[in-house]
């Protein structure tokens, strides 16, 4: 089971993650508005389908970056997780029950708290 610690560490985490995403889409969205001025003949001129692709631009950053910062965070805390119940069952010897969690001789064929098979 993940600590507290681990959690809040991992939620720190995907936020500054998520927030550097979000800053970088917004760059590329603030880029794309005032990019799409000119000045004409005729005064200013605004290109809408250049600020529409940028702002769509910006956004898939925004939402793809989140989404990536969420799934790192956490296949990072699921290879934590994994290596340690990996290393307890090759250091000590033992079969680890995959319903309760407990540790059980090497030659059992059954779990000895639930009596699962192992």
């Known amino acids: 089971m993940v600590s507290w610690f681990r959690a809040f560490r ?3 985490a995907t936020v500054l993650w998520s927030t550097i995403w979000f800053l970088l889409g917004l760059v590329v969205i603030y ?5 799409s001025f000119r000045i004409g003949p005729y005064g200013p001129e605004y290109n ?6 940028v702002l769509t631009i910006g956004y898939l950053i925004i939402m793809f970056g ?4 969420i799934y790192k965070v956490q296949s990072e805390i699921v290879a934590e997780e994994v ?5 307890n ?3 000590k010897g ?3 029950c995959s319903s309760c969690g407990a540790e059980n001789p090497i030659e059992a064929k059954f779990c000895i708290i639930c009596g699962k098979q192992l």
């Not at 880029?31 to 990019?35: I, M, P, R, V």
């Not at 809408?48 to 692709?53: A, K, S």
């Open 31 to 35: 880029l794309g508005f005032y990019g």
């Open 66 to 69: 989140y989404i990536a910062s």
């Open 10 to 12: 991992g939620a720190i």
């Open 48 to 53: 809408f389908p250049l600020f529409i692709m």
């Open 89 to 91: 069952f090759i250091r």
């Open 94 to 96: 033992v079969h680890i």
């Open 83 to 87: 290596g340690k119940r990996f290393s």
